[in-house]
């Protein structure tokens, strides 16, 4: 695996003081925070980089997010969980020399995250709106069935990566990669 990478992000005003759903500390937001994106808010008239860019179309993943209470919502966190767990690939930006690519990572609040998406849509909405690619341009990803990503828990801790960020543009929840296998495995034993 080549290094993560570091990446700037858009301002938007949100509040920061969100807790972690998850065992593990939330990175804690800041102005350079993606978690801070409200996709409900009106595209800006500004030119830039995603100016005028429709968010991508709701899902399950968005609206279980959406209703958990908190930390000890743990009906709620686990739905969200299997959902999120049940896709057939989560998406990553890729980065890096053709053939030798890892999936982007940014770093939060001191924390290295790896951006994942839960659809290529998703990946390119963001890739787009943070000015990695333009609106016409092909996005280089990366699909990953869930458990093979679960099985990387080991390489990630390692590596640094301190966990995944869904969606981080739109919904912003995660796990800690020392809780991926733990979580995998406590969904699919209640399956």
Same mark, same amino acid.
């Given at each position: 695996m080549s290094d993560p990478t570091s990446m700037p992000f858009q301002d938007d005003e949100r509040p920061q003081d969100r807790e972690s759903l998850y065992e593990g500390e939330r990175p804690a937001?800041?102005?350079?925070?993606?978690l801070d994106h409200d996709p409900? +808010?009106?595209?800006?008239? $500004?030119?830039?980089?995603?100016?005028?860019?429709?968010?991508?179309? /709701?899902?399950?993943?968005?609206?279980?997010?959406?209703?958990v209470e908190g930390p000890d919502d743990h009906?709620?966190?686990?739905?969200?969980?299997? $959902?999120?767990?049940?896709l057939e690939h989560w998406w990553f930006i890729a980065v890096g020399e053709e053939g030798q690519e890892s999936p982007a990572a940014a770093q939060i609040a001191g924390q290295m995250?790896?951006?994942t998406f839960t659809n290529a /849509?998703? +990946?390119?909405?963001f890739a787009v709106q943070n000015g990695m690619i333009d609106a016409d341009e092909d996005l280089r990803a990366i699909a990953l069935p869930p458990p093979e990503v679960v099985q990387s828990d080991d390489a990630y801790v390692q +590596?640094?990566?301190?966990?995944?960020?869904?969606?981080?543009?739109?919904?912003?929840?995660?796990?800690?990669? /020392?809780?991926?296998?733990?979580?995998?495995?406590a969904i699919r034993s209640s399956s």
């Open positions: 937001a800041t102005d350079q925070d993606p409900t +808010a009106p595209a800006s008239d $500004e030119a830039g980089p995603g100016a005028g860019l429709l968010p991508p179309a /709701e899902t399950q993943t968005d609206l279980l997010a959406a209703r009906e709620g966190m686990t739905a969200l969980w299997r $959902e999120t767990m049940g995250m790896l951006l /849509e998703r +990946a390119r909405h +590596a640094g990566i301190a966990g995944l960020m869904f969606d981080p543009h739109l919904t912003g929840y995660f796990m800690p990669s /020392e809780q991926l296998s733990v979580v995998w495995n």
